[in-house]
């Protein structure tokens, strides 16, 4: 079975164009013309057309940054080989105006010979075209000939905004040489890369590697993310302090080599953060822009920060693929405002309510034991302990003198707070949302039992929990039902609910209904037990 | 070693959030608040809030779709765990003003219990918030609570989109009902996923998973990206033309649950649309939107399209994650112009130069073993033969008189095509270069050595080959120096020139570059040496 999501791997890149053509305003090279290639649909003869090119493998560089802003074109070879001379002549020569043309070529002796000669053969056709190199890796110092990595999509941006803006291919290209001259790029990767077709196994992390699975520079083994940034930043820094002077603010690009998920690109760029301080005046991405495929790595480009190119940096641009930039800032917080606690007993006593709650509080702790039990048969054998967490809870508030007894919304909030806190686990919050709704209710002036009921219905809504559910609200419900005739009515009523789910054996929210048939018949539900023993208890003591 | 950029597993929610903090204009829970939210920074009281969470790794979803047009806040909670009551209240509290708030849940109990006690505590402070659950997931077709997927962001897209025109509570409210009620979605993976500091095996191929990394509704083998998508449409087509008819016009989003290189998502977006055909009327990505950490897979949402849903769709919003969208439309092409052949032979005829030219291709035809001899003695042995290769076609060209030989600009023209074709490898394109650059040069004017001169001085710029680096240039720089002197001094400045090439054992560019000192030592660059012996013998030929 194929480990990725590939077709054939000859068809690859000829997919890759068609998803581009489908779905971005550009043209692609027709099928059997022998050129793989993207050009922007609506181009301005009298602006500088910015191409680049190369082999394919590293999407969206080049062929996903064609659009308004950035490239023109992109010329595609295979995967991680040179396109032809012919493939760059023809779309040099489709999309060369007369303000000219920009080529922008990673420094590989392929793509420089090829684009090389298609410029020259440009140039004898009357086209005006110029050539422009990047060499942005810092990977092997003593490489008079440093790979073209992810620095180049910088190139690309700076090109692509001056170009829009109007300017002459001569300004362009130096600007273009410019930022070429100023970026710096090194990378780490956990795994190599496995191209499309291929299948085995992979290295394990270097540093210092380049974008066509070539070894890097040295195997390495990071403790985390943040030694890996200290990794890539420390040789990084070295060539670019040397170069522009200890300090010098900078532009940084943060780039997905092809295998790293968001998570990781958001640790990362923290630790970048963290370790540059803010020396980071602009930072591009966290984004795959240069991959290699789906190495699971990153790189860092590194290019000195100025107002100029900073301005053509963070210029809208129409490729979605251009992930944007951002100013690093400090951490700007809030303070989470937390509940205050209810206003404890503040309301009225009412001593048959108290009676009520003593008894029922008493008869859930005494039925502890027995609720485990009945749960141990259909689920983890912790309801009873649950609630009697809630009911400890209000007995002791109860005792301390906290419960506004006689304050039926004031009571309520009590007890909501009580049981969210004390109670733990979904049976809580459940009970905490009936108890939350029943007051608001109150307080809106609703009876006892229309509050009771909005509650339910609250229940319902949040909990998806009805009636038949085997849940508590197969006795609460018919005695909510009942309780206008009195508690004791009411109680009868949660009897006959609470021992009817015996019979409920198929059951569709809830952990019971991922339990079988023969599990569930005869087994009260532990929630309905407890609500039919809360209202037997409160009845008896109250004489309700 | 750790296989992912992660530290401390405890830590990154709270790296993920500092990142943006850094990055975007957000503001996030103190630390040691006990919350984890990210909350807009300039958000507009007389706009309702459209809030998300639930636990932490679907990124960017939430955190990262906080900002304007898309999320006012977002509650997190740890990795795969919804956030307590309390976190989701605090922040409905810090972002709720005049016109309300919108909580957009993914259906999960956890989730919903908590947002929906918040929300009912919120409703106790005078807070006016409603409640939308998504779950979009067909996966399990009988279980009547599906989970919440990638349609969630669909919905925030919508919600977002009215919040920020100015639309009320209610009427934000049911348009988010409204598309949380259309939004299908079916997924499907090669590998289930590793939260942060978890290690081990994973999990293969799947079809139907959720978001928690919990098993999927069946195990597959899918053959490739093709069936991959086959096995998703499948399912989901069934339960979306069920409820909306075959052929309902739709909406699709193509979300990478986290894995999937950008290739990969180029080929699954083709293969996707080749499937559906022109009933998509709209795609949302290919992106990573709501992911499951490393999850290497996708799911695929449909929707309903109409021009309301659209509309909302299609708005531009702040938060870089939210991928934008494309009307699919048909591929549009173009038709390479490929290069026309040189008009063999147009110009005037130059008995010496022929006679040259017959002896110089004669030589190098002569001495193709012994050129390769000496390449396999420092290369790939085969310089000898890829010369011949120039050698015979130039020949062969001279025997059919195709060659201008009494018009330098002309004949460099037709070599220029000649070695280009029939030479292979870089030598062939190196020599073009030289050959275009001089025929440029000639039809602007230049005498026979400046022409020359201006084609090695482009072989110095396109291949970087210059004097003292082992290649044909050794002997060409020289021979250039000489000529004005005549052929033959020409000659004997290339022989000295090649020949000194056995005493380069530094080179710095080309594959010399990579062999050690005692192996190059003593042998002759065969391109120098093939420069000498073209000299040499068009010398004699022409008594030059």
């Given at each position: 079975?194929?480990?990725?999501?590939?077709?054939?791997?000859?068809?690859?890149?000829?997919?890759?164009?068609?998803?581009?053509?489908?779905?971005?305003?550009?043209?692609?090279?027709?099928?059997?013309?022998?050129?793989?290639?993207?050009?922007?649909?609506?181009?301005?003869?009298?602006?500088?057309?910015?191409?680049?090119?190369?082999?394919?493998?590293?999407?969206?560089?080049?062929?996903?940054?064609?659009?308004?802003?950035?490239?023109?074109?992109?010329?595609?070879?295979?995967?991680?080989?040179?396109?032809?001379?012919?493939?760059?002549?023809?779309?040099?020569?489709?999309?060369?105006?007369?303000?000219?043309?920009?080529?922008?070529?990673?420094?590989?002796?392929?793509?420089?010979?090829?684009?090389?000669?298609?410029?020259?053969?440009?140039?004898?056709?009357?086209?005006?075209?110029?050539?422009?190199?990047?060499?942005?890796?810092?990977?092997?110092?003593?490489?008079?000939?440093?790979?073209?990595?992810?620095?180049?999509?910088?190139?690309?941006?700076?090109?692509?905004?001056?170009?829009?803006?109007?300017?002459?291919?001569?300004?362009?290209?130096?600007?273009?040489?410019?930022?070429?001259?100023?970026?710096?790029?090194?990378?780490?990767?956990?795994?190599?890369a496995l191209l499309p077709g291929q299948d085995g196994d992979?290295?394990?992390?270097?540093?210092?590697?380049?974008?066509?699975?070539?070894?890097?520079?040295?195997?390495?083994?990071?403790?985390?993310?943040?030694?890996?940034?200290?990794?890539?930043?420390?040789?990084?820094?070295?060539?670019?302090?040397?170069?522009?002077?200890?300090?010098?603010?900078?532009?940084?690009?943060?780039?997905?080599?092809?295998?790293?998920?968001?998570?990781?690109?958001?640790?990362?760029?923290?630790?970048?953060?963290?370790?540059?301080?803010?020396?980071?005046?602009?930072?591009?991405?966290?984004?795959?822009?240069?991959?290699?495929?789906?190495?699971?790595?990153?790189?860092?480009?590194?290019?000195?920060?100025?107002?100029?190119?900073?301005?053509?940096?963070?210029?809208?641009?129409?490729?979605?693929a251009w992930p944007g930039s951002s100013v690093p800032a400090?951490?700007?917080?809030?303070?989470?405002?937390?509940?205050?606690?209810?206003?404890?007993?503040?309301?009225?006593?009412?001593?048959?309510?108290?009676?009520?709650?003593?008894?029922?509080?008493?008869?859930?702790?005494?039925?502890?034991?027995?609720?485990?039990?009945?749960?141990?048969?259909?689920?983890?054998?912790?309801?009873?302990?649950?609630?009697?967490?809630?009911?400890?809870?209000?007995?002791?508030?109860?005792?301390?003198?906290?419960?506004?007894?006689?304050?039926?919304?004031?009571?309520?909030?009590?007890?909501?707070?009580?049981?969210?806190?004390?109670?733990?686990?979904?049976?809580?919050?459940?009970?905490?949302?009936?108890?939350?709704?029943?007051?608001?209710?109150?307080?809106?002036?609703?009876?006892?039992?229309?509050?009771?009921?909005?509650?339910?219905?609250?229940?319902?809504?949040?909990?998806?929990?009805?009636?038949?559910?085997?849940?508590?609200?197969?006795?609460?419900?018919?005695?909510?039902?009942?309780?206008?005739?009195?508690?004791?009515?009411?109680?009868?009523?949660?009897?006959?609910?609470?021992?009817?789910?015996?019979?409920?054996?198929?059951?569709?929210?809830?952990?019971?209904?991922?339990?079988?048939?023969?599990?569930?018949?005869?087994?009260?539900?532990?929630?309905?037990?407890?609500?039919?023993?809360?209202?037997?208890?409160?009845?008896?003591?109250?004489?309700?």
């Amino acid at each position: 079975m194929p480990t990725r999501f590939f077709d054939s791997a000859e068809q690859t890149v000829a997919q890759m164009l068609e998803a581009l053509a489908r779905t971005r305003p550009v043209r692609v090279s027709a099928e059997g013309s022998g050129v793989h290639a993207v050009v922007a649909r609506d181009l301005d003869p009298a602006r500088v057309a910015v191409v680049s090119g190369g082999g394919s493998g590293h999407e969206p560089a080049h062929a996903g940054l064609v659009g308004d802003g950035l490239l023109a074109a992109a010329v595609c070879g295979e995967f991680f080989a040179s396109p032809s001379v012919e493939a760059v002549l023809s779309v040099v020569r489709e999309v060369t105006g007369a303000a000219g043309c920009l080529l922008v070529v990673k420094n590989y002796t392929g793509d420089r010979l090829n684009f090389g000669l298609a410029a020259e053969r440009a140039r004898t056709e009357g086209l005006d075209v110029e050539v422009v190199v990047v060499a942005d890796d810092v990977a092997l110092p003593d490489n008079p000939q440093p790979r073209g990595l992810a620095g180049t999509v910088l190139v690309h941006k700076v090109a692509g905004h001056l170009a829009r803006d109007g300017a002459d291919l001569a300004t362009v290209a130096a600007a273009a040489r410019e930022v070429a001259s100023g970026v710096a790029t090194m990378s780490l990767s956990l795994t190599s890369a496995l191209l499309p077709g291929q299948d085995g196994d992979r290295r394990t992390a270097e540093l210092g590697l380049g974008i066509h699975n070539e070894p890097g520079a040295r195997e390495i083994e990071p403790s985390g993310a943040e030694e890996a940034v200290a990794l890539v930043l420390e040789p990084l820094l070295a060539v670019v302090d040397g170069r522009h002077g200890a300090g010098t603010p900078l532009v940084a690009l943060l780039n997905d080599t092809g295998g790293c998920s968001t998570q990781e690109l958001a640790v990362l760029t923290t630790d970048v953060l963290r370790a540059l301080g803010d020396r980071v005046r602009l930072l591009v991405g966290p984004a795959a822009l240069m991959t290699s495929v789906d190495m699971h790595g990153f790189s860092l480009t590194l290019l000195p920060h100025d107002d100029v190119v900073a301005a053509a940096l963070t210029s809208p641009v129409e490729p979605p693929a251009w992930p944007g930039s951002s100013v690093p800032a400090s951490v700007s917080t809030f303070d989470p405002r937390h509940s205050a606690e209810p206003d404890w007993g503040a309301g009225a006593r009412d001593e048959t309510v108290a009676a009520g709650l003593r008894a029922a509080t008493g008869a859930l702790l005494d039925a502890r034991t027995r609720l485990d039990d009945l749960d141990a048969r259909v689920g983890d054998g912790d309801a009873g302990t649950t609630i009697a967490g809630g009911a400890t809870a209000v007995a002791e508030a109860l005792e301390a003198d906290r419960l506004s007894t006689g304050d039926p919304a004031r009571l309520a909030t009590e007890l909501a707070s009580l049981v969210e806190q004390r109670m733990g686990g979904s049976s809580g919050v459940v009970l905490s949302i009936l108890l939350t709704a029943a007051a608001g209710a109150w307080t809106e002036g609703a009876d006892v039992t229309a509050g009771l009921r909005a509650g339910l219905d609250r229940v319902g809504e949040h909990g998806d929990a009805r009636a038949g559910g085997r849940t508590m609200v197969d006795a609460l419900d018919p005695a909510l039902g009942a309780l206008t005739d009195g508690v004791r009515a009411a109680a009868g009523a949660a009897r006959r609910g609470a021992d009817g789910t015996a019979e409920v054996t198929t059951t569709v929210v809830g952990r019971s209904s991922y339990l079988r048939e023969d599990v569930l018949r005869g087994v009260v539900d532990p929630g309905a037990e407890a609500v039919a023993l809360v209202l037997e208890a409160w009845a008896t003591a109250t004489d309700g």
